[in-house]
């Protein structure tokens, strides 16, 4: 019997799939959970090993000592890009859905794993529609002075420069974004084609 850790190419030769950080980002309302969600579902139903990390839910647990300031935000996305880093290795898919509206913690992220496995996935919206999505009325508390650190309105948000998948979620629909996704993990060999399986 072999004494050494089981390694990340033995757990992932006993699936069809590679272990992966699907990084979806963009504002408020832009769709983030509702693709990840779909994404999710779609991937688990195709027989692929995946999971969702959602920014409500990381924050009521692991990240709920942290606010909303510049340096905290910071310290949420390197927590997320640690556990979703440690999923991967794990073989499985993470898909992240987070505002994430730094720069640079993408690109930590991104910098700490191997070359096609990490997917940036641009949400992008127009503040307009995403303001008038909003169910929870964050933007309307945001421009009332209300709401403090509100990316987008008191608070930047730096687009991606050169994402791996750009979804106008303002004139695209869920399905045709989920395919979308799905057909770059295909080209890139992160999973196989649901045809091929």
């Given at each position: 019997?072999?004494?050494?850790?089981?390694?990340?190419?033995?757990?992932?030769?006993?699936?069809?799939?590679?272990?992966?950080?699907?990084?979806?980002?963009?504002?408020?309302?832009?769709?983030?959970?509702?693709?990840?969600?779909?994404?999710?579902?779609?991937?688990?139903?195709?027989?692929?090993?995946?999971?969702?990390?959602?920014g409500d839910q990381v924050r009521q647990g692991l990240n709920s000592d942290l606010g909303f300031s510049s340096e905290d935000r910071g310290?949420?996305?390197?927590?997320?890009?640690?556990?979703?880093?440690?999923?991967?290795?794990?073989?499985?898919?993470?898909?992240?859905?987070?505002?994430?509206?730094?720069?640079?913690?993408?690109?930590?992220?991104?910098?700490?794993?191997?070359?096609?496995?990490?997917?940036?996935?641009?949400?992008?919206?127009?503040?307009?529609?995403?303001?008038?999505?909003?169910?929870?009325?964050?933007?309307?508390?945001?421009?009332?002075?209300?709401?403090?650190?509100?990316?987008?309105?008191?608070?930047p948000y730096e687009s991606p420069l050169s994402p791996e998948v750009h979804l106008q979620t303002d004139e695209?629909?869920?399905?045709?974004?989920?395919?979308?996704?799905?057909?770059?993990?295909?080209?890139?060999?992160?999973?196989?084609?649901?045809?091929?399986?």
């Amino acid at each position: 019997m072999k004494s050494e850790n089981v390694t990340q190419g033995e757990r992932e030769s006993k699936s069809a799939q590679k272990g992966a950080i699907i990084w979806l980002t963009g504002y408020s309302g832009a769709g983030k959970t509702t693709l990840g969600t779909g994404l999710t579902r779609k991937l688990y139903e195709l027989g692929f090993l995946v999971y969702m990390l959602d920014g409500d839910q990381v924050r009521q647990g692991l990240n709920s000592d942290l606010g909303f300031s510049s340096e905290d935000r910071g310290e949420n996305i390197r927590r997320i890009g640690e556990v979703a880093k440690l999923f991967a290795d794990a073989g499985l898919l993470a898909v992240v859905a987070f505002i994430s509206p730094f720069r640079e913690g993408r690109d930590r992220v991104r910098a700490g794993m191997q070359k096609n496995r990490f997917v940036e996935v641009f949400v992008d919206c127009s503040l307009e529609v995403c303001e008038a999505r909003d169910s929870k009325g964050l933007y309307k508390k945001a421009r009332s002075g209300d709401l403090k650190d509100f990316t987008g309105i008191s608070s930047p948000y730096e687009s991606p420069l050169s994402p791996e998948v750009h979804l106008q979620t303002d004139e695209m629909g869920v399905d045709e974004c989920v395919n979308k996704i799905i057909g770059h993990m295909v080209e890139v060999e992160i999973i196989k084609s649901p045809k091929s399986q």
